[in-house]
C-alpha cells in the first residue's frame, strides 16, 4: 500500500470517526489529497478488506513503538552507570538515534535543516592565557580564601 493511499484511507477512517457522512467524507479526501471522486468512494467500497490491515498495522507499530521506549530506558541506564566518556558518548548517540526513530514512527516528516551561522574559534596561545589569567587574579593571604570573602562581605 502508498503512503498516499495509506495517508488517505487513514484520513477517512478519522473523518468517519468524528460523524461526518460519505459524501462530506469525499470531498474532504478530494480537497485534500486530490483523488477523483471514484477513489474515494472506491475506498469505501473496499474498506472492509483493507481496514484490518489498517489496524494490524497500527499494533504493529505501538509493538515497536513500545521496544524503542525499552531500548531507550535501557540506553539511559548505560549512560548512568557508563565508567568511561566513550561509553557515555555511545549511550547518548544511541538515545538520540532512538530518539529520532521514534519521531519518524509517529509520523512526523524530517525537515531539512538550515544552515547556521559559521563560528569562528579564536586561538590563543596557552601560555598568553596562563600570564593573563594570573595577572588578573592574583591570590594574596586576604583573599586566598573566597568564600570566607564572600561570608565576611554578605554579613
Known sequence: MQLH????RLELLKDEGNGLNTHEIVQEL????????????????????????LQELAKQLLKVQNRHEQLYRKASFMYSQAKS??????????????????????????????QT????????????CKKQYSSDISLTPDNADSTSAQQDFES
Open 117 to 128: 551561522e559559521e563560528s569562528h574559534i579564536k586561538w590563543e596561545d596557552p601560555e598568553v
Open 5 to 8: 493511499t495509506l495517508e488517505r
Open 30 to 53: 478530494m480537497a485534500k489529497f486530490g483523488c477523483s471522486r471514484s477513489t474515494a468512494y472506491n475506498d469505501f467500497a473496499t474498506k472492509p478488506e483493507w481496514q484490518p490491515i
Open 85 to 114: 566518556d566513550r561509553a557515555r558518548i555511545a549511550a547518548l548517540n544511541l538515545m538520540r538515534q532512538i530518539n529520532v526513530e521514534s519521531v519518524q514512527l509517529g509520523g512526523v516528516k524530517p525537515t531539512e535543516q538550515t
